[in-house]
């Protein structure tokens, strides 16, 4: 579907340099808008079924698996980035906008054409506020395996937060203040949504 009215999800990103670096492939997010493109080449449609990797002009197209992903609920974020964080340090979980094409997954989140960061949580995602969007074995599992700490390194993670949230503009807020000061709300982030935040926080 196409639309020009922002979809809004949460996402993750690789903090470096002050800047975002995408989860999965190798893009440096932009401050303001970022268009996607297709990283599957134009011939691949030729070997391949389109319904595993196509290649789009404008992703994410018909078969294609590019675009700018985002979902629906902070606590599938929450779950991704314990599960897959190389570095819990370097990931920050946010919210981003997504319009143009956009594909729908269900009750899953989104892919869109463009994208913009448009807040980034300060909360490390071992951090304790975060516990109540994960299934509890599940958070005592990754607690036991990964473990929690490094408190000497938070204070070089918040100054690059702090640089990140200058060069694209936003704020980066702990989950708690964000939810409280009305600025998840001002971001157009469903009233209910927030609800369910509020009711999962400890």
Not at 125 to 142: E, K, M
Not at 173 to 193: D, F, H, K, M, N
Request: glycine content about 10%.
């Amino acid at each position: 579907m196409t639309t020009e009215l922002p979809r809004i999800g949460w996402r993750l990103w690789r903090l470096e340099d002050g800047r975002l670096r995408s989860w999965v492939v190798d893009h440096v997010w932009e401050p303001g808008t970022n268009e996607a493109r297709c990283l599957a080449p134009p011939t691949v449609r030729w070997y391949l079924s389109p319904s595993l990797f196509a290649h789009s002009d404008q992703p994410p197209g018909h078969g294609c698996r590019c675009g700018f992903w985002a979902l629906w609920d902070l606590g599938r974020a929450v779950t991704k980035a314990r599960r897959e964080a190389r570095d819990e340090l370097t990931t920050v979980i946010g919210l981003m906008a997504g319009w143009g094409t956009v594909a729908i997954h269900g009750s899953e989140g989104f892919r869109a054409q463009r994208g913009r960061v448009l807040f980034l949580l300060r909360d490390s995602v071992w951090s304790r506020d975060l516990d109540g969007f994960i299934w509890w074995p599940l958070r005592n599992l990754y607690a036991w395996a990964h473990g929690r700490g490094q408190e000497e390194r938070l204070a070089e993670r918040e100054a690059q937060l702090r640089q990140a949230a200058a060069t694209y503009g936003v704020y980066q807020l702990p989950l708690v203040e964000a939810i409280r000061s009305g600025v998840l709300s001002e971001l157009g982030l469903p009233t209910q949504q927030i609800k369910r935040l509020e009711s999962r926080l400890h």
